[in-house]
């Protein structure tokens, strides 16, 4: 006799399902690539800068690069979805990963945001300085 084997059921969407998850993947992919270009450019910025602006253009260039990556990883997941055939599931989940990491860096990024901003806002009530007495 020999074990029952466990297997997951396939998964399929509908025609008007596939559809919308191909326009979203169509629409983040664009997305994804423009944001990554201007990643390019904001890294082109700092490298010819070399000043205070350009650190900041580094540091946005980061994060929409990130984001733009993500965004083009979670668009080819749903393409695949709409693509193939027997594996529907898995890459949906593949796309949730990707838009999971988007959430996961605009969460961190919020929370540093909220911190310096509650910082900021109590030395301001405090009267209490950023910089050194000297500056």
């Known amino acids: 006799m020999t074990a029952p084997t466990l297997t997951t059921p ?9 559809f919308m998850l191909g326009r979203l993947a169509q629409r983040m992919r664009v ?3 423009a944001l990554m270009v201007l990643a390019a450019l904001l890294g ?7 000043d205070a602006i350009g ?9 929409l690069g990130l984001t733009g990556f993500w965004s083009v ?6 393409s695949s979805v709409v693509t193939t055939a027997g594996a529907d ?3 949906l989940m593949g796309a949730l990963g990707e838009i999971r990491k988007l959430y996961e860096l605009q ?3 919020f929370l540093v945001v909220a911190l310096l901003l509650g910082a900021t806002l109590l030395m301001a009530i405090t009267g ?5 007495m000297a500056w």
């Open 107 to 109: 969460f961190w990024i």
């Open 10 to 18: 396939a998964w399929e969407f509908t025609p008007q399902q596939n």
């Open 73 to 78: 990883r979670a668009a080819a997941e749903l």
């Open 89 to 91: 599931m898995d890459h």
């Open 31 to 33: 997305v994804g690539i």
């Open 55 to 63: 650190l900041l253009a580094v540091q946005a260039g980061i994060v």
């Open 44 to 50: 082109l910025r700092a490298a010819l800068g070399g």
């Open 128 to 132: 209490a300085s950023w910089l050194p």
